[in-house]
T-cell receptor, first 112, second 115 residues
Framework: QQQVKQSPQSLIVQKGGISIINCAYE??????FPWYQQFPGKGPALLIA?????SEKKEGRFTISFNKSAKQFSLHIMDSQPGDSATYFC???????????FGKGTKLSVKP | DVKVTQSSRYLVKRTGEKVFLECVQD?????MFWYRQDPGLGLRLIYF???????EKGDIPEGYSVSREKKERFSLILESASTNQTSMYLC??????????????FGSGTRLTVV
């Protein structure tokens, strides 16, 4: 089965610190890797995404690092804020798989 | 500007009832999806549809069915609700092919409790 494995399951970070969430995928045909952010009581929303032809993408305090040879990618949240407290899902899409495959999610808590 | 609307935020139903969860999108998306979300299990795909009157089973279709009579509307049906179907249900839609700048758009979810 085409999986995307996400870790850690939960993460506690102090305000101002760096939050790092990791994902690993199996399907080398994946060509789109998004991250979704979900606040309590809301549906997930697209946060940032990357294609495998680049190794890094940055949008504000959020950065995706991508390692194609290792089949791994990660989300870095710089200067983490309490408002970043949410559940984050990584995903993989492409090839013959018509659906976005999600990781199981990481619950991030940023302590003031 | 809500784009994916789920008809109910909270529902309480009795065991054995037939339950309808409705989802409407206004973005003219081809694809629509139903997920359930449970703590520690992430987002699990129940059913999806690439076109009107078309449906495909996801990872956990047992106990569920779907209906897509119009492009904008995708309904999830619990034929005979059971307590193990108590969960958060999320509807999503997307263009036929997703990529940079567009992905899945989710509704706010329906929290279903079966008693």
């Amino acid at each position: 089965q085409q999986q995307v494995k996400q870790s850690p399951q939960s993460l506690i970070v102090q305000k101002g610190g760096i939050s790092i969430i990791n994902c690993a995928y199996e399907n080398t045909a994946f060509d789109y890797f998004p991250w979704y952010q979900q606040f309590p009581g809301k549906g997930p929303a697209l946060l940032i995404a990357i294609r495998p032809d680049v190794s890094e993408k940055k949008e504000g305090r959020f950065t995706i690092s991508f390692n194609k040879s290792a089949k791994q990618f990660s989300l870095h949240i710089m200067d983490s804020q309490p408002g970043d407290s949410a559940t984050y899902f990584c995903g993989g899409y492409g090839g013959s798989q018509g659906n976005l495959i999600f990781g199981k999610g990481t619950k991030l808590s940023v302590k003031p | 500007d809500v784009k994916v609307t789920q008809s109910s935020r909270y529902l309480v139903k009795r065991t054995g009832e037939k339950v309808f969860l409705e989802c409407v999108q206004d973005m003219d998306h081809e694809n629509m999806f139903w997920y359930r979300q449970d703590p520690g299990l992430g987002l699990r795909l129940i059913y999806f549809s690439y076109d009107v009157k078309m449906k495909e089973k996801g990872d956990i279709p047992e106990g569920y069915s779907v209906s897509r009579e119009k492009k904008e509307r995708f309904s999830l049906i619990l034929e005979s609700a059971s307590t193990n179907q108590t969960s958060m249900y999320l509807c999503a839609s997307s263009l036929f092919h997703i990529g940079q700048g567009n992905g899945y758009t989710f509704g706010s979810g329906t929290r279903l409790t079966v008693v």
